[in-house]
């Protein structure tokens, strides 16, 4: 089991701290009182979005429609 701290602002659950697990999981949500924290998106961390982006080999090659211009 691990516990985290979020905000809920009315329409999500944003975490203040990182989750330390990946996949799907069961979860139980206890209100606490209203937040005295201000939501601020944390900044990526290196190596989040790996797997995640990829650009194609030939990305830098000229385009078949514009060779009359060229």
Same mark, same amino acid.
């Given at each position: 089991?691990?516990?985290? +701290?979020?905000? *809920?602002?009315?329409?999500? &659950?944003?975490?203040?701290?990182?989750?330390?697990?990946?996949?799907?999981? /069961?979860?139980?949500?206890?209100?606490?009182?209203?937040? +005295?924290?201000? *939501?601020?998106?944390?900044? &990526?961390?290196?190596?989040?979005?790996?797997?995640?982006?990829?650009?194609? /080999?030939?990305?830098?090659?000229?385009?078949?429609?514009?060779?009359?211009?060229?």
């Amino acid at each position: 089991m691990h516990a985290i +701290k979020a905000v *809920y602002n009315g329409s999500g &659950f944003f975490p203040i701290q990182p989750v330390p697990v990946k996949g799907n999981y /069961d979860v139980v949500i206890t209100f606490l009182g209203p937040s +005295k924290e201000k *939501y601020t998106r944390p900044p &990526f961390e290196y190596g989040d979005m790996e797997g995640k982006i990829w650009m194609a /080999d030939d990305f830098d090659a000229p385009l078949d429609d514009f060779l009359e211009y060229m």
